[in-house]
C-alpha cells in the first residue's frame, strides 16, 4: 500500500506537533500495525522451530521506517542492517515473501537461500539487510555516490543501530560522503542497547546526531516513537541531501521491547523499564489514541484494520509454511565464483 502524499515539513524555527492528514494517520497506523504482528508471528514460528539461524525483532521501532517511507521519493534506495523484515514490509513487500524468506522456502524474496538477514528488492530499491555490523553504510554510501555520478536526484537512506555507529568504517563514510557531499541520509535506530549494553556504558559521545560534526554533516535528535516526527525530520533531511547540499544524519531515539535477537533474554533491563515504554510511548497506540480521540475515526474502523492485517499475516505464514523449499540445485545459482 503506498503511503499518502505526506504534508509539508516544518520550517526552522517552527514549534509545536506536526500534523497528519487523515489518509497519513490511517496509513501509518496500518503499516506500523502490520509490522508489530508480523514480528510477533515470526516471534512465534521461531519458536516453534519453523525458522532457524538468527532473528531480530522490529518490536517497538516501527514509527522510524513508517515514518522515513512516508517522506521518501520513487526511486530513492534504502539499506538497513539485519533488524530489516520492518524495513521491507514499510516499503511494500509482500508479506508472503518475507515470511517464505525466514524459513527457507522458494517463494522468499532470496529464494529461501538468505533467511532473516538477507533479503533484498531491486523493484522497491530496497537493497538488502546485512548481518556484518556497519555494512551497510558503506554501501548506502556508494548508492548515493552513483546517484551523485548519474545525477539521478535520488538518495540513498542507510539505516544502522547505536551499536554499529561506533564501527570504524562509518566513519570512513561520514567522511567520503561530507567531501563529496554525497546525497545519503544517514538514519541511527538508537534503540538504547546494541546488543546488549546501555550505550552509556558503550559510547563517549551518546548524542549521536553529533557524530558527523567533524565531517561538517549535520544532524538532530528525533523522537523516534512517534511517526509524526519521524515523517517531519526525514522531510527535512531528504531535501536537504536532495539539493546538493550533502549527507545528513537522524538519530532516531526509539527502543525495542524484545532482546537483540530470539536467544536473548534481554537481563540487562527491567521489566518495568519496558512495560513504561509501552504505556507511554508506543508509536502504535500514539496513533490509535489520536484517531479515537479527535474522532478521525472509529473503534469499529480501528477494528477492522487489525482484522485485515492479521488476515495478512495468517496468509503469510501459511505460505511460509507450505510453500515448497529451494531445489538442491539452488546452491549454484546466484553465486559470482
Same mark, same amino acid.
Given at each position: 500500500m503506498a503511503a499518502p502524499k505526506s504534508t509539508k515539513s516544518k520550517a526552522a524555527g517552527e514549534t509545536g506537533p506536526v500534523t497528519f492528514t487523515r489518509?497519513?494517520?490511517? %496509513?501509518?497506523?496500518?503499516?506500523?500495525?502490520?509490522?508489530?504482528? +508480523?514480528? #510477533?508471528?515470526?516471534?512465534?514460528?521461531?519458536?516453534? @522451530?519453523?525458522?532457524?539461524?538468527?532473528?531480530?525483532?522490529?518490536?517497538?521501532?516501527?514509527?522510524?521506517?513508517?515514518?522515513?517511507?512516508? !517522506?521518501?521519493?520513487?526511486?530513492?534506495?534504502?539499506?538497513?542492517?539485519?533488524? /530489516?523484515?520492518? %524495513?521491507?514490509?514499510? &516499503?511494500?513487500?509482500? !508479506?508472503?515473501?518475507?515470511?517464505?524468506?525466514?524459513?527457507? =522456502?522458494?517463494?522468499?524474496?532470496?529464494? @529461501?537461500?538468505?533467511?532473516?538477514?538477507?533479503?533484498?528488492?531491486? *523493484?522497491?530499491?530496497?537493497?538488502?539487510?546485512?548481518?556484518?555490523?556497519?555494512?551497510?553504510?558503506?554501501?548506502?554510501?556508494?548508492?548515493?555516490?552513483?546517484?551523485?555520478?548519474?545525477?539521478?536526484?535520488?538518495?540513498?537512506?542507510?539505516?544502522?543501530?547505536?551499536?554499529? !555507529?561506533?564501527?570504524?568504517?562509518?566513519?570512513?563514510?561520514?567522511?567520503? &560522503?561530507?567531501?563529496?557531499?554525497?546525497?545519503?541520509?544517514?538514519?541511527? *535506530?538508537?534503540?538504547?542497547?546494541?546488543?546488549?549494553?546501555?550505550?552509556?556504558? &558503550?559510547?563517549?559521545?551518546?548524542? +549521536?546526531?553529533?557524530? @558527523?560534526?567533524? +565531517? /561538517?554533516?549535520?544532524?538532530?535528535?528525533? /523522537?523516534?516513537?512517534?511517526? =509524526?516526527?519521524?515523517?517531519?525530520?526525514?522531510? =527535512?533531511?531528504? #531535501?536537504?541531501? =536532495?539539493?546538493?547540499?550533502?549527507?545528513?544524519?537522524?538519530?532516531?531515539?526509539?527502543?525495542?521491547?524484545?532482546?537483540?535477537?530470539?536467544?536473548?533474554?534481554?537481563?540487562?533491563?527491567?521489566?518495568?523499564?519496558?512495560?513504561?515504554?509501552?504505556?507511554?510511548?508506543?508509536?502504535? #497506540?500514539?496513533?490509535?489514541?489520536?484517531?479515537?480521540?479527535? @474522532?478521525?475515526?472509529?473503534?469499529?474502523?480501528?477494528?477492522?484494520?487489525?482484522?485485515?492485517?492479521?488476515?495478512?499475516?495468517?496468509?503469510? &505464514?501459511?505460505?511460509?509454511?507450505?510453500?515448497?523449499?529451494?531445489?538442491?540445485? #539452488?546452491?549454484?545459482?546466484?553465486?559470482?565464483?
Amino acid at each position: 500500500m503506498a503511503a499518502p502524499k505526506s504534508t509539508k515539513s516544518k520550517a526552522a524555527g517552527e514549534t509545536g506537533p506536526v500534523t497528519f492528514t487523515r489518509d497519513e494517520e490511517l %496509513h501509518a497506523y496500518r503499516m506500523m500495525l502490520l509490522i508489530r504482528r +508480523f514480528e #510477533e508471528k515470526a516471534g512465534q514460528m521461531y519458536g516453534m @522451530g519453523l525458522i532457524g539461524g538468527f532473528c531480530h525483532l522490529y518490536i517497538g521501532q516501527e514509527a522510524v521506517v513508517v515514518g522515513m517511507q512516508m !517522506a521518501m521519493e520513487e526511486g530513492d534506495q534504502f539499506i538497513t542492517g539485519y533488524r /530489516d523484515h520492518g %524495513h521491507m514490509l514499510a &516499503a511494500g513487500m509482500n !508479506a508472503d515473501g518475507v515470511m517464505a524468506e525466514l524459513t527457507g =522456502r522458494r517463494g522468499g524474496y532470496s529464494k @529461501g537461500k538468505g533467511g532473516s538477514m538477507h533479503m533484498f528488492s531491486v *523493484e522497491k530499491q530496497f537493497f538488502g539487510g546485512h548481518g556484518i555490523v556497519g555494512a551497510q553504510v558503506s554501501l548506502g554510501t556508494g548508492l548515493a555516490f552513483a546517484d551523485k555520478y548519474k545525477k539521478n536526484g535520488k538518495v540513498s537512506l542507510a539505516f544502522f543501530g547505536d551499536g554499529a !555507529a561506533n564501527q570504524g568504517q562509518v566513519y570512513e563514510s561520514f567522511n567520503m &560522503a561530507g567531501l563529496w557531499k554525497l546525497p545519503v541520509v544517514y538514519v541511527i *535506530e538508537n534503540n538504547r542497547y546494541a546488543m546488549g549494553t546501555a550505550v552509556s556504558r &558503550a559510547s563517549s559521545q551518546v548524542d +549521536f546526531s553529533k557524530r @558527523g560534526a567533524s +565531517f /561538517d554533516i549535520p544532524g538532530e535528535q528525533v /523522537d523516534g516513537m512517534d511517526v =509524526r516526527a519521524v515523517r517531519d525530520a526525514a522531510a =527535512r533531511a531528504l #531535501e536537504h541531501a =536532495r539539493t546538493g547540499q550533502g549527507p545528513y544524519i537522524l538519530e532516531m531515539q526509539t527502543y525495542r521491547y524484545r532482546g537483540h535477537s530470539m536467544s536473548d533474554p534481554a537481563k540487562y533491563r527491567t521489566k518495568e523499564e519496558v512495560q513504561k515504554m509501552r504505556n507511554e510511548h508506543d508509536p502504535i #497506540e500514539q496513533v490509535r489514541s489520536r484517531l479515537l480521540t479527535t @474522532g478521525v475515526a472509529s473503534e469499529d474502523e480501528l477494528k477492522t484494520i487489525d482484522a485485515d492485517v492479521r488476515a495478512i499475516v495468517q496468509q503469510a &505464514a501459511e505460505f511460509a509454511q507450505t510453500d515448497p523449499e529451494p531445489d538442491p540445485a #539452488e546452491l549454484w545459482t546466484d553465486v559470482v565464483r
